[in-house]
T-cell receptor, first 116, second 114 residues
Framework: KAGVTQTPRYLIKTRGQQVTLSCSPI?????VSWYQQTPGQGLQFLFEYFSETQRNKGNFPGRFSGRQFSNSRSEMNVSTLELGDSALYLC???????????????FGPGTRLTVT | GQNIDQPTEMTATEGAIVQINCTYQTSGFNGLFWYQQHAGEAPTFLSYNVLDGLEEKGRFSSFLSRSKGYSYLLLKELQMKDSASYLCAVRGREGGGGYQKVTFGIGTKLQVIP
């Protein structure tokens, strides 16, 4: 079974631009969560989607948004990029939604975003 | 909110046993996870505890005490390839709503030396 895939793997943008990252979960998985990982902060939860609906959201500004499609693929968008948005963005998929048993998450390789 | 504490770094010798501790505070606790993350790679799932006690899986074991808000990951017969960061993550209730989320600790960087 194919794992979680994320595109692109690397991205360089300038301040003020916007970016869209894509995540394809493992086949059959309906839950997709997004995380930001930086050396100082570790993994920070962005949001979770299940069945095309945002189920939970972390403490990030409104510049960070996402959506999920009917095939469970998910996109994350960051508008008006800031230098501090430089990070590894990880997507994780699971069978069950947050709060249900068996919530084992499988992570994708991540997208390394650099904002200059 | 949710708060997770774990040591930032540890060093252990090949063949030995190491215990990585994690303490947490959360509302509506609903499970604790351990993940392994090698440098430059994505985290991979190691274990899941929701009830008190020890869960054993090969060389890795994880323990949970809900009353103490405490967990540990035990690695036996350490190998050089076990050098990685180990992330403790807790699932709990955020705010006053019904939603739950998983919060990760900053991770413990384990170095295994010959």
């Amino acid at each position: 079974k194919a794992g979680v895939t994320q595109t692109p793997r690397y991205l360089i943008k300038t301040r003020g631009q916007q970016v869209t990252l894509s995540c394809s979960p493992i086949s059959g998985h309906r839950s997709v969560s997004w995380y930001q990982q930086t050396p100082g902060q570790g993994l920070q939860f962005l949001f979770e989607y299940f069945s095309e609906t945002q189920r939970n959201k972390g403490n990030f500004p409104g510049r960070f948004s996402g959506r999920q499609f009917s095939n469970s693929r998910s996109e994350m968008n960051v508008s008006t990029l800031e230098l501090g948005d430089s990070a590894l963005y990880l997507c994780a998929s699971s069978l069950a939604r947050s709060g249900q048993g068996g919530y084992e998450q499988y992570f994708g390789p991540g997208t390394r975003l650099t904002v200059t | 909110g949710q708060n997770i504490d774990q040591p930032t770094e540890m060093t252990a010798t090949e063949g030995a046993i190491v215990q990585i501790n994690c303490t947490y505070q959360t509302s509506g606790f609903n499970g604790l996870f351990w993940y392994q993350q090698h440098a430059g790679e994505a985290p991979t799932f190691l274990s899941y505890n929701v009830l008190d006690g020890l869960e054993e899986k090969g060389r890795f074991s994880s323990f949970l005490s809900r009353s103490k808000g405490y967990s540990y990951l035990l690695l036996k017969e350490l190998q050089m390839k076990d050098s990685a960061s180990y992330l403790c993550a807790v699932r709990g209730r955020e705010g006053g709503g019904g939603y739950q989320k998983v919060t990760f600790g900053i991770g413990t960087k384990l170095q295994v030396i010959p």
